[in-house]
């Protein structure tokens, strides 16, 4: 027999307080249900706050935001884009959720890389590309992203984290790009070290920590390092004992290519 707990979809719940989403009706109890507001985002990158105020991620420049209510200046929902759930600040956002005919596909354009427009936002022709045209191999994307900035909750054209960086360079290949470890550790399937190719996903996973990185052949990777605070190539073996001294164990691969 099925149970309710099955039905629920995987990833964070877009429940607050009291208050839910009107597709956990049955599923999730609270007192008030409630259908979802699509918006869109109109300035190049807001953060997307949790409860504590830290910084869960953010939204770009056209990215969907569905609301699930409003409350002193801000928007509490669920980017559609990646999935993160928080508060942003009302101002950066619009009613509806247009459908892009462009994203943005340079670091050096007036709106953030894999920004959504549609086309008459001021970035030049160039540095677009038609919503449906991708990147082969989210590895040649990480690699235009090193010596970025690494900034805690960040994936723009300024500065990234660990899971941003991976985001930016799957989302440029039309691939799907959830915010946290875990969920990228279900995409694709998993190769052993020894088979890794440019492309590839490292990922670690540990009680206290996480980590994500890209092949970009078969004994290195672009990562956000928490050393340099920057994004770097590095050897894999290198990246693998500096993490072991924070308690984390040997990397699974993904194959996200086919």
Not at 20 to 47: I, T, W
Request: charged share 20%; proline share 5%.
């Amino acid at each position: 027999m099925t149970q309710g707990s099955d039905l629920i979809p995987p990833g964070e719940l877009l429940v607050q307080a009291d208050i839910a989403e009107q597709a956990l009706e049955g599923l999730v109890p609270v007192s008030q249900y409630r259908g979802l507001e699509a918006a869109h985002a109109v300035v190049p990158s807001a953060d997307v706050s949790s409860e504590d105020g830290a910084c869960a991620g953010q939204i770009l420049f056209g990215e969907a935001f569905d609301i699930l209510f409003r409350r002193g200046g801000r928007a509490y929902g669920r980017v559609r884009r990646d999935g993160v759930i928080g508060w942003v600040a009302e101002e950066a956002l619009k009613s509806g959720a247009p459908r892009p005919a462009y994203r943005v596909a340079s670091l050096d354009a007036e709106l953030p890389f894999n920004a959504l427009v549609q086309g008459d936002e001021g970035v030049e022709a160039d540095q677009l590309a038609p919503i449906g045209s991708f990147e082969a191999n989210p590895a040649d994307v990480a690699e235009r992203f090193v010596g970025l900035p690494v900034v805690e909750g960040q994936r723009s054209s300024h500065a990234v984290d660990a899971v941003g960086l991976i985001q930016q360079a799957l989302f440029a290949c039309g691939l799907a790009a959830p915010r946290h470890v875990a969920e990228l550790a279900k995409l694709g399937r998993t190769v052993s070290v020894k088979q890794a190719r440019r492309g590839d996903l490292v990922i670690w996973q540990g009680e206290q920590s996480s980590h994500v990185a890209i092949m970009v052949d078969a004994t290195h990777l672009v990562h956000a390092s928490d050393q340099t605070r920057s994004v770097q190539r590095e050897q894999l073996a290198d990246v693998a004992a500096g993490l072991s001294t924070q308690g984390l164990g040997a990397p699974t691969l993904r194959r996200v290519l086919i």
